[in-house]
Each structure stands twice: as C-alpha cells, then as structure tokens.
C-alpha cells in the first residue's frame, strides 16, 4: 500500500524520511544521555562527586541560564557543564586530589591540568562541543587572572561564567565531613565582595535573589534536605 493510499502523502504533513531523522535523532539524544550518566557515575566511583553537589549545579545553572534568556539548546550544555566539568579530575593523582595540606607548586600544575582534562573528554561525545568549552574554561576569572587562557570578562564563554559562580557558591554553603557549610548570606557576601574580579557581575546579580528565594527548592529538587547534603 503507498503513502498516499495509506492518507501519509505530503499533505498530511507526514513522510517516513521525516520519521527516520527523527528516530535518529532520538537514539542520538539517548546515547549523549547514556554517556552523560556513564560518566557522572565514572566520577562517583572515583568519589570525585561530593554527593550531589554536581546534581545541584546543574539545577543551579539551568535556573540561571533561563533567566539570562538562553535557548534551549544553550541550556542542555550549561546543564552537561555543571554536571561534568571536574571530568577531568580522573586524571589527577589521588595523591594530590585527596592531599590535606597545601599543594606544592608541581602538585598545583597538575591540579591546574584538569579542566583541560574535562575538555579532553567531553568534547569527544557528540553533542557534548560546547558543553567541553564550558568545562574548558570554568576556572577563568573575569578579570582574566584565572587558567587555563587567561581570558576575561565575555571572552569567557557563558556557561562557564555561570559553573564558576555558582560552584563557588555551593562549596561554600555545602555541608562537608571536615567542615561545617558557610550561611548563605554569607557565602552571597563573599560572590558580591568577587564579582568584576572573579565572577561575573551580571551573573552574580541574578543569582543573588534566586539564592535568597530558591534555595530551599533546589535542595528539594535534589532530593537532599541542606543540613545533612554533602
Ligand atoms: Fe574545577
């Protein structure tokens, strides 16, 4: 039976070429989830996600992203940056990741590698290009004092601005074994006393009332209550 016997013919919109791309297109977007997950749990088995923090990064960062505007698109690889960015600590020594004391200058090169790392990795997944810039770059401060380019103010991409602010953020309000979380406001105290410096100050002004008002729903969301989140 033909497509047109069938009531498929063009003018009902509907052609089987249409369908295969976007069957294609499906097994696509689960394999880049598939791959999303696998190393979301390579990174916990290597203990280097602190519970949920990475979890709420990316909570954090889509709520920001759209209140910045970003298309859809844009939002999926804030939200793959948030969650892999540190990708690249597989490829530091436990030695130096888990290391007490201050590093030493050669321990500190190393650490410095990883989101070059993280990049290495991530941009190899199709789909995931720009999501590999964002982690590229999240360790660049705005006043382009930060690694690996030194770039600064917008040369830094987007996603990337958003990771730093609010990682920064939620090591600081988090909960760990060896130290107590900082109150958010002080933690906000601290993002305002480094935006222009470290931080983007657009992103920071957006953060701040969200923080004051959605911190709760995030946790939520997170499925973890703050006091006990590490
Ligand atoms: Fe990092």
Same mark, same amino acid.
């Given at each position: 039976?033909?497509?047109?016997?069938?009531?498929?013919? =063009?003018?009902?919109?509907?052609? #089987?070429?249409?369908?295969?791309?976007?069957? %294609?297109?499906?097994?696509?977007?689960?394999?880049? /989830?598939? $791959?999303?997950?696998?190393?979301?749990?390579?990174?916990?088995?290597?203990?280097?996600?602190?519970?949920?923090?990475?979890?709420?990064?990316?909570?954090?960062?889509?709520?920001?992203?759209?209140?910045?505007?970003?298309?859809?698109?844009?939002?999926?690889?804030?939200?793959?940056?948030? %969650? %892999?960015?540190?990708?690249?600590?597989?490829?530091?020594?436990?030695?130096?990741?888990?290391?007490?004391?201050?590093?030493?200058?050669?321990?500190?090169?190393?650490?410095?590698?990883?989101?070059?790392? =993280? #990049?290495?990795?991530?941009?190899?997944?199709?789909?995931?290009?720009?999501?590999? %810039?964002? !982690?590229? /770059? /999240?360790?660049?401060?705005?006043?382009? =004092?930060?690694?690996?380019?030194?770039?600064?103010?917008?040369?830094?991409?987007?996603?990337?601005?958003?990771?730093?602010?609010?990682?920064?953020?939620? !090591?600081?309000?988090?909960?760990?074994?060896?130290? /107590?979380?900082?109150?958010?406001?002080?933690?906000?105290?601290?993002?305002?006393?480094? =935006?222009? $410096?470290?931080?983007?100050?657009?992103?920071?002004?957006?953060?701040?009332?969200? !923080?004051?008002?959605?911190?709760?729903?995030?946790?939520?969301? $997170?499925?973890?209550?703050?006091?006990?989140?590490?």
């Amino acid at each position: 039976m033909t497509d047109v016997a069938l009531g498929l013919g =063009s003018g009902s919109g509907f052609s #089987w070429e249409g369908l295969r791309v976007r069957e %294609l297109e499906e097994k696509l977007r689960s394999t880049r /989830h598939a $791959t999303i997950c696998a190393l979301n749990q390579m990174l916990d088995l290597k203990d280097l996600n602190t519970g949920v923090h990475s979890t709420r990064l990316a909570e954090w960062a889509v709520r920001i992203g759209r209140e910045l505007g970003l298309d859809d698109a844009r939002l999926e690889d804030i939200e793959v940056a948030a %969650l %892999l960015h540190d990708a690249g600590k597989v490829g530091v020594p436990d030695a130096i990741l888990k290391k007490a004391g201050p590093l030493d200058p050669g321990e500190w090169r190393i650490m410095k590698m990883h989101p070059e790392f =993280s #990049w290495a990795v991530l941009r190899l997944v199709p789909g995931l290009e720009r999501a590999s %810039l964002f !982690a590229l /770059h /999240h360790h660049e401060k705005y006043d382009g =004092s930060g690694y690996p380019s030194g770039l600064r103010g917008r040369e830094i991409p987007i996603g990337a601005r958003i990771v730093s602010v609010i990682d920064a953020f939620d !090591a600081m309000v988090a909960e760990r074994p060896y130290k /107590h979380g900082l109150p958010t406001e002080e933690a906000l105290r601290r993002l305002v006393k480094d =935006s222009k $410096t470290h931080f983007d100050p657009d992103v920071v002004d957006i953060f701040l009332p969200m !923080a004051q008002k959605e911190m709760d729903s995030v946790f939520e969301a $997170t499925g973890v209550e703050r006091e006990t989140a590490l």
